[in-house]
């Protein structure tokens, strides 16, 4: 009895230091995935020959390249104003003279008509800021972020205020686009939309001219709006959803017509999350680099591509300084996504929603909900499918080519070649190995984040940095300082390219826990901890017993997300890959796009949407348990 | 002995202060509560004294010694929520056998789960959930959970405040028997004045942080030592004035009084307050007439007072004579 009551208080003692471990150790592998890597990308940013200097980040900020216009506004910050109306006013006055000739081009179409569409398009698109390459990336950001509102919002509202067979499915579709490999979808994109893709057959098969989509913005604006667009309709449904039926009806009691109510009770309901989706949707798009690089290349280079391109060239500082001055801009916009994003969510439980109407019935309002449909499948299917398709399809028809190929590089390929075998298995490990760390370290954020206090507050921000620290600048940072290795003590310590690309997907990883487990544990009453407590329970008790039972489905989800992140992340595994063994399925794809046919890179493809599919079902069956 | 003593506990939030120097002693086997209305500290002293908050001044001991820095899962109290806190995702069984785990001889589980749902009246509803439960068998379930592991102190926070009128007094006998019965001390938080004065053995009256008074429920609605315990436990008639050789001038009237020379605040309890009746008479305006059932709860206005009384009928006429007799004033300062 004596002995167990010993051994009993020795577990006591364990349980009690394990919260405050468990956040030592998040904390310790945070500085030593996070932040020294990205720190010693700003260190290199502001040294030259060895000493304290700003001249990298000046040099940047003084060279038109980068800033355009702004450069001059550094040198010389009294002509700025002048360089800036100026442009201010040409393109202005070319928009408007663009866009005047539309209404007239509509009206009496004829033969020019879409010559005239397209040419008022074309300026339009072409009238971004002269603000060189960083003008260009957040000038793309915006055409990306108002396509994905424009594709996004008719989502939502179908989604909220319709009732038909499959809505709930397609609701939990909606975030399928986000965890897709980012260069599976660039691939997609090229096999539906390239000079031979299926649009371009229909086009001609109806007699129009083709269009030549690939490295050009729209194609880049198309695919970003394929990513954000679904996250735009999630965040704007479940407000949507939120909106008690009785404030409508209040509205309607008070003699407000359908449409003004909607105009004075919902919409500014809903327009908190409309800007939420918008500014997410932007700071995506303007550190998107998969998509830019395989869509656009180097001349539609945004400044992580150009990023990318200079780690590649070995301009090491300059890259760094680039890198610092990208990562300045997407901190500040996520800090105020944060901030906006905690002031927009109340998240109460709605007591009446507003109730669906069936979609079933044929009126105007439905026959514009067919066409969405139609650009729907366009935009989000057609791609997939025709990957799919062209990788078993050649130029004879059918063919199983492309995968014998793939099957033969797995066998005779020389050892500096890439065997898709080997890329299949590093995928599946460093997908396990991010979910054994992403996963815990998640949670301990989450209930970091919920504790009261400006600590817990720098907490909820520190643990969202890495949704604003670009993947490249990560790996970058990695491969400086872990890779190719640090003094410590005198010792020199180096890790291995995959714990590298293993801590890298975990820093992207984390935060997608954080967000699915912190909503449900702060809507927990704390009083559930208190009376497991009062009982007897230590905290790291009270935290197993009752807080992970019931936060599961979301521990379940971000476990999804977290396995998805990693099987398709590309920004810095393909920079710690480089040179090595460890490459993974996105980075394989990417290597075969490079070369002369598409039809490699789209069996590849195939196999990581098969793979990414397959892995979400199986973790999707496991966390499910939990859902009840 | 007293089995808690607080002892000038002070908390402070971002500029509130939640205990502005709390001390009392509670003793063994009593019954103990807190009254206030909402934000007087009467929660966060609970808390204090369970161990989830800590006190930024003063001490709770527990027997005679501090508890200072020890955890809640070493302080052996039970508490009892008034959103019961039951885990949704165990049965009530488990539920009830959950502080069972962490103690040092573990009993025959099953058999003392049995005794507790005994105990409260839910015997054999061992396997159910705890959503399928009613709000006062929730309650139930809690204070049995709360009670498994023999707790040296039961911590009772608004337990019955989100039931109806009539189960909340039920379940309010049926726990003062309980704690008879076993003998726990008992420190009970509610804003219920009436609830208060029903079970307590002694109570404690608290306002903006600070204890008002302690005494029995007897003591708190006879004697009440200051304005706020006069009006807020029971309905009292308040007046105030300077008082001269056993006289007080209130507006304008003069009453006897046996108080010392000076200003004075004295209240007269509305079933005191007499129709027709008492030494110091006034005539007063009708505002409005209650019917209650057992009695009539009459408003009168009177120079500046809103006064009540409580008589047998609904009054005829616009205006009542009424009045008190001297050792029926209280002085409260």
């Given at each position: 009895?004596a002995?167990?009551?010993?051994?009993?208080?020795?577990?006591?003692?364990?349980?009690?230091?394990?919260?405050?471990?468990?956040?030592?150790?998040?904390?310790?592998?945070l500085?030593?995935?996070?932040?020294?890597?990205?720190?010693?990308?700003?260190?290199?940013?502001?040294?030259?020959?060895?000493?304290p200097?700003?001249?990298?980040?000046?040099?940047?900020?003084?060279?038109?390249?980068?800033?355009?216009?702004?450069?001059?506004?550094?040198?010389?910050?009294?002509?700025?104003?002048?360089?800036?109306?100026?442009?201010?006013?040409?393109?202005?006055?070319?928009?408007?003279?663009?866009?005047?000739?539309?209404?007239?081009?509509?009206?009496?179409?004829d033969?020019?008509?879409?010559?005239?569409?397209?040419?008022?398009?074309?300026?339009?698109?072409?009238?971004?800021?002269?603000f060189?390459?960083?003008?260009?990336?957040?000038?793309?950001?915006?055409?990306?972020?108002?396509?994905?509102?424009?594709?996004?919002?008719?989502?939502?509202y179908?989604?909220?205020?319709?009732?038909?067979?499959?809505?709930?499915?397609?609701?939990?579709?909606?975030?399928?686009p986000?965890?897709?490999?980012?260069?599976?979808?660039?691939?997609?994109?090229?096999?539906?939309?390239?000079?031979?893709?299926?649009?371009?057959?229909?086009?001609?098969?109806?007699?129009?001219?083709?269009?030549e989509?690939?490295?050009?913005?729209?194609?880049?604006?198309?695919?970003?709006?394929?990513?954000?667009?679904p996250?735009?309709?999630?965040?704007?449904?479940?407000?949507?959803?939120?909106?008690?039926?009785?404030?409508?009806?209040?509205?309607?009691?008070?003699?407000?017509?359908?449409?003004?109510?909607?105009?004075?009770?919902?919409?500014?309901?809903?327009?908190?999350?409309?800007?939420?989706?918008?500014?997410?949707?932007?700071?995506?798009?303007?550190?998107?680099?998969?998509?830019?690089?395989a869509?656009?290349?180097?001349?539609?280079?945004?400044?992580?591509?150009?990023?990318?391109?200079?780690?590649?060239?070995?301009?090491?500082?300059?890259?760094?300084?680039?890198?610092?001055?990208?990562?300045?801009?997407?901190?500040?916009?996520?800090?105020?996504?944060?901030?906006?994003?905690?002031?927009?969510?109340?998240?109460?439980?709605?007591?009446?929603?507003?109730?669906?109407?069936?979609?079933?019935?044929?009126d105007?309002?439905?026959?514009?909900?067919?066409?969405?449909?139609?650009?729907?499948?366009?935009?989000?299917?057609?791609?997939?499918?025709?990957?799919?398709?062209?990788?078993?399809?050649g130029?004879?028809?059918?063919?199983?080519?492309?995968?014998?190929?793939?099957?033969?590089?797995?066998?005779?390929?020389?050892?500096?070649?890439?065997?898709?075998?080997?890329?299949?298995?590093?995928?599946?490990?460093?997908?396990?190995?991010?979910?054994?760390?992403?996963?815990?370290?998640?949670?301990?954020?989450?209930?970091?984040?919920?504790?009261?206090?400006?600590?817990?507050?720098?907490?909820?921000?520190?643990?969202?940095?890495?949704?604003?620290?670009s993947?490249?600048?990560?790996?970058?940072?990695m491969?400086?300082g872990?890779?190719?290795?640090?003094?410590?003590f005198?010792?020199?310590?180096?890790?291995?390219?995959?714990?590298?690309?293993?801590?890298?997907?975990?820093?992207?990883?984390?935060?997608?826990?954080?967000?699915?487990?912190?909503?449900?544990?702060?809507?927990?009453?704390?009083?559930?901890?208190?009376?497991?407590?009062?009982?007897?329970?230590?905290?790291?008790?009270?935290?197993?017993?009752?807080?992970?039972?019931?936060?599961?489905?979301?521990i379940?989800?971000?476990?999804?997300?977290?396995?998805?992140?990693?099987?398709?992340?590309?920004?810095?595994?393909?920079?710690?890959?480089?040179?090595?063994?460890?490459?993974?399925?996105?980075v394989?794809?990417?290597?075969?796009l490079?070369?002369?046919?598409?039809?490699?890179?789209?069996?590849?493809?195939?196999?990581?949407?098969?793979?990414?599919?397959?892995?979400?079902?199986?973790?999707?069956r496991?966390?499910?348990?939990?859902?009840? | 002995?007293?089995?808690?003593?607080?002892?000038?506990?002070?908390?402070?939030?971002?500029?509130?202060?939640?205990?502005?120097?709390?001390?009392?002693?509670?003793?063994?086997?009593?019954?103990?509560?807190?009254?206030?209305?909402?934000?007087?500290?009467?929660?966060?002293?609970?808390?204090?004294?369970?161990?989830?908050?800590?006190?930024?001044?003063?001490?709770?001991?527990?027997g005679?010694?501090?508890?200072?820095?020890v955890?809640?899962?070493?302080?052996?109290?039970?508490?009892?929520?008034q959103?019961?806190?039951?885990?949704?995702?165990m049965?009530v069984?488990?539920?009830?056998?959950?502080?069972?785990?962490?103690?040092?001889?573990?009993?025959?589980?099953?058999?003392?789960?049995?005794?507790?749902?005994?105990?409260?009246?839910l015997?054999?509803?061992?396997?159910?959930?705890?959503?399928e439960l009613?709000?006062?068998?929730?309650?139930?379930?809690?204070?049995?959970?709360a009670?498994?592991?023999?707790?040296?102190?039961?911590?009772?926070?608004?337990?019955?405040?989100?039931?109806d009128?009539?189960?909340?007094?039920?379940?309010?006998?049926?726990?003062?028997?309980?704690?008879?019965?076993?003998?726990?001390?008992?420190?009970?938080?509610?804003?219920?004045?009436?609830?208060?004065?029903?079970v307590?053995?002694?109570?404690?009256?608290?306002?903006?942080?600070?204890?008002?008074?302690?005494?029995?429920?007897?003591?708190?609605?006879?004697?009440?030592?200051t304005?706020?315990v006069?009006?807020?436990?029971?309905?009292?008639?308040?007046?105030?004035?300077?008082?001269?050789?056993?006289?007080?001038?209130?507006?304008?009237?003069?009453?006897?009084?046996?108080?010392?020379?000076?200003?004075?605040?004295?209240?007269?309890?509305?079933?005191?307050?007499?129709?027709?009746?008492?030494?110091?008479?006034?005539?007063?305006?009708?505002?409005?007439?209650?019917?209650?059932?057992?009695?009539?709860?009459?408003?009168?206005?009177?120079?500046?007072?809103?006064?009540?009384?409580?008589?047998?009928?609904?009054?005829?006429?616009?205006?009542?004579?009424?009045?008190f007799?001297?050792?029926?004033?209280?002085?409260?300062?």
């Amino acid at each position: 009895m004596a002995g167990s009551r010993t051994g009993r208080e020795r577990s006591r003692r364990a349980e009690r230091v394990a919260v405050p471990l468990a956040g030592l150790a998040t904390a310790a592998l945070l500085v030593v995935m996070l932040y020294y890597p990205v720190g010693t990308v700003l260190v290199e940013a502001v040294t030259r020959d060895g000493a304290p200097s700003l001249s990298p980040l000046l040099d940047v900020l003084r060279d038109p390249f980068y800033v355009g216009a702004l450069a001059a506004a550094v040198r010389d910050p009294a002509g700025v104003p002048a360089g800036v109306g100026a442009w201010f006013v040409t393109s202005v006055a070319d928009v408007l003279g663009a866009l005047a000739a539309v209404p007239g081009a509509v009206l009496a179409p004829d033969r020019s008509t879409l010559g005239a569409l397209a040419a008022a398009w074309t300026t339009f698109v072409g009238a971004f800021p002269p603000f060189g390459l960083f003008g260009f990336t957040a000038w793309q950001a915006l055409l990306s972020t108002l396509a994905s509102l424009a594709l996004g919002l008719p989502g939502a509202y179908v989604l909220a205020r319709f009732e038909f067979p499959g809505r709930q499915t397609i609701q939990s579709l909606t975030a399928v686009p986000f965890v897709l490999p980012s260069i599976m979808v660039a691939v997609g994109f090229v096999a539906a939309f390239g000079t031979n893709g299926p649009l371009n057959d229909l086009l001609r098969a109806l007699g129009l001219p083709t269009v030549e989509l690939l490295f050009s913005l729209e194609i880049i604006v198309l695919a970003h709006a394929f990513y954000n667009a679904p996250l735009v309709t999630r965040i704007v449904a479940a407000a949507w959803e939120s909106v008690d039926a009785r404030t409508v009806e209040t509205a309607r009691s008070l003699g407000a017509s359908p449409l003004r109510a909607f105009r004075d009770v919902v919409a500014p309901q809903l327009a908190p999350a409309v800007a939420t989706g918008a500014l997410l949707t932007f700071i995506f798009t303007f550190m998107s680099f998969p998509i830019v690089l395989a869509l656009g290349g180097l001349k539609l280079a945004t400044v992580e591509v150009w990023l990318y391109d200079r780690v590649q060239q070995l301009a090491l500082t300059e890259a760094a300084a680039l890198a610092v001055l990208e990562t300045v801009v997407s901190l500040g916009l996520t800090y105020a996504y944060l901030r906006y994003e905690d002031a927009a969510t109340r998240g109460d439980r709605v007591a009446s929603a507003l109730k669906r109407e069936p979609l079933a019935g044929l009126d105007a309002k439905r026959i514009a909900l067919v066409g969405y449909a139609l650009v729907v499948g366009l935009v989000f299917v057609l791609p997939l499918v025709s990957m799919l398709v062209a990788s078993v399809t050649g130029p004879n028809g059918l063919t199983t080519r492309y995968y014998e190929f793939l099957l033969q590089r797995e066998t005779t390929a020389a050892t500096s070649q890439t065997k898709p075998g080997v890329a299949v298995r590093n995928s599946l490990l460093f997908g396990v190995g991010t979910l054994a760390l992403s996963v815990p370290m998640g949670l301990v954020l989450a209930l970091a984040s919920l504790r009261e206090g400006v600590a817990s507050r720098l907490v909820g921000v520190a643990a969202m940095a890495p949704f604003a620290v670009s993947g490249v600048v990560v790996g970058l940072g990695m491969l400086q300082g872990l890779v190719f290795g640090v003094d410590v003590f005198g010792t020199r310590l180096a890790v291995g390219g995959p714990v590298a690309i293993v801590a890298a997907h975990a820093v992207g990883a984390y935060p997608f826990v954080v967000r699915n487990v912190a909503p449900l544990l702060g809507g927990l009453d704390r009083r559930l901890v208190e009376s497991a407590r009062a009982l007897g329970a230590t905290r790291a008790r009270a935290l197993v017993d009752i807080e992970v039972p019931l936060v599961m489905p979301g521990i379940a989800a971000g476990a999804a997300f977290a396995f998805a992140i990693s099987i398709g992340e590309f920004d810095s595994t393909v920079i710690l890959a480089e040179g090595s063994r460890a490459y993974t399925m996105p980075v394989a794809v990417e290597r075969f796009l490079t070369d002369r046919t598409l039809g490699p890179a789209t069996a590849m493809g195939s196999v990581l949407l098969v793979v990414t599919a397959a892995s979400f079902v199986v973790i999707d069956r496991v966390g499910g348990r939990y859902r009840e | 002995m007293s089995s808690l003593t607080l002892d000038g506990l002070v908390k402070r939030y971002a500029g509130t202060t939640a205990l502005d120097d709390v001390s009392l002693e509670v003793r063994d086997g009593e019954f103990f509560t807190l009254v206030g209305p909402s934000g007087c500290g009467k929660t966060t002293t609970l808390r204090t004294v369970a161990g989830f908050e800590s006190p930024d001044a003063g001490e709770v001991l527990f027997g005679g010694d501090s508890v200072a820095g020890v955890p809640p899962e070493e302080r052996d109290v039970g508490v009892v929520f008034q959103q019961y806190a039951l885990f949704p995702h165990m049965s009530v069984a488990e539920n009830v056998a959950y502080g069972l785990r962490f103690s040092d001889d573990p009993p025959d589980r099953d058999a003392r789960v049995a005794e507790l749902l005994e105990l409260v009246g839910l015997a054999g509803f061992e396997a159910r959930e705890p959503g399928e439960l009613s709000g006062g068998q929730q309650q139930r379930v809690a204070l049995a959970r709360a009670l498994a592991p023999e707790p040296e102190l039961l911590l009772l926070d608004e337990p019955m405040s989100a039931l109806d009128a009539r189960l909340r007094e039920r379940l309010r006998r049926e726990v003062r028997e309980i704690q008879t019965a076993l003998g726990v001390t008992t420190v009970y938080v509610t804003h219920d004045q009436a609830e208060a004065l029903a079970v307590s053995d002694r109570v404690a009256v608290m306002a903006d942080g600070r204890v008002e008074q302690v005494g029995t429920p007897e003591a708190v609605y006879r004697e009440p030592e200051t304005r706020f315990v006069a009006e807020f436990v029971g309905e009292n008639n308040v007046f105030e004035g300077v008082v001269r050789d056993g006289r007080v001038d209130v507006a304008e009237t003069s009453f006897a009084l046996p108080a010392p020379d000076g200003r004075a605040t004295f209240c007269v309890r509305p079933e005191a307050l007499r129709i027709g009746e008492g030494t110091n008479r006034f005539t007063a305006t009708v505002e409005y007439a209650e019917f209650l059932g057992e009695a009539v709860r009459v408003g009168l206005s009177w120079r500046g007072h809103d006064l009540v009384v409580r008589t047998d009928s609904v009054p005829e006429g616009e205006e009542l004579v009424v009045g008190f007799d001297p050792e029926d004033a209280v002085v409260v300062g």
